[in-house]
């Protein structure tokens, strides 16, 4: 009899922040707005998945949706036990958002916007039928679709042209430093000279060098980390704003590298599959950069712990012996 109870509690514990509980009819109602969103916004999300399959700049895109179940699965406990109650806020926000929506295709005809308005529907829909609670607890996981959506041609080279420009400018001053070579950076492109002889062509930092896919991949999975990784809030800052110069670091190393392979080695590995593996690289390299300032921070908080816990052992050994 004893047995049975254990047993019916164990069931009971690991039931308890189970998907499970939500019950079937939730489930239901999940698929049916799931539906009705996909139905809204079909085309917008056939487009996105486009550009996924076929840009490698945003091939990343794929994992986006698997990081943001993977953030709502950490909120398993709080979301399965509390008590969805609506909110007409929510009603109030969807009917925006659906308002907005042809607005965006019809009058202002800006294609960005189309997708984007995906994110504010679906926290919309949350917020109308689970209140703030359940939006407290989902909002990240919803805005993290963010990282998915592909910027429009015009601004991603608005982005990009500045990044090939530093970067150019950059590696033609290493390269400088070598001895009987001279290069000069002319926009994106890098002149050289090396021992009196012009090579030819000269070496364009084109747009897949520009670090754009390395910076979008890298912020994407930067805020994933920094959010599953407890530590004090302006840690978590500091890692996020550090994926920008961290990403534009790694692109900077790739270009000088290649322009090394170009000129003083031969220049059929610094193109092609070479190039694009040379690209991969730099990924654990802007990971390891980013564990390393991690450590820092991390190491940084044990030394000044130990610290203030001597300074109290010193304290209360004063006051004990007055």
Known sequence: MELGINTNQQTGETQQGSWGQLGVHTYIKMAIIAIALYLLYNNEIYSIVHRWVNDSSWSHGFLIPVFSLYFLHQHKKEIVELEPKINYAGLFFLICCLIFFPL???????????????????????????????????????????????????????????????????????????????????????????????????????????????????????????????????????????????????????????GFIYILWDPKYAQGIYHDMLGMLMLPLAFGLYGLLAWFMSNLMEEEKQQVEEELIITRQDSSQR
Not at 108 to 132: C, E, M, Q
Not at 166 to 172: D, G, I, K
Not at 219 to 234: F, K, T
Request: with cysteine.
């Open 104 to 258: 965006v295709i019809f009058v202002y005809k800006f294609g960005y916007f189309k997708s984007l308005v995906i994110i504010p529907t679906i926290a919309s829909v949350v917020l109308f039928l689970g209140g703030w609670k359940l939006l407290k607890q989902t909002w990240l996981p919803i805005a993290y679709m963010v990282f998915a959506m592909p910027l429009p041609a015009r601004i991603y080279n608005d982005i990009t042209i500045p990044m090939r420009r530093l970067a150019a400018t950059v590696a033609a001053q290493i390269l400088s430093l070598v001895n009987h070579l001279e290069a000069t950076s002319s926009g994106v492109v890098i002149d050289v000279v090396y021992k009196g002889i012009r090579m030819e062509p000269a070496l364009d930092v084109a747009e897949a060098c520009s670090g754009m896919r390395l910076l979008m991949a890298f912020l994407a999975l930067g805020v994933a980390m920094a959010y599953l990784h407890y530590r004090p809030l302006w840690q978590r800052l500091v890692l996020l704003a550090s994926t920008i110069p961290i990403a534009i670091l790694s692109n900077t190393i790739r270009v000088t590298i290649t």
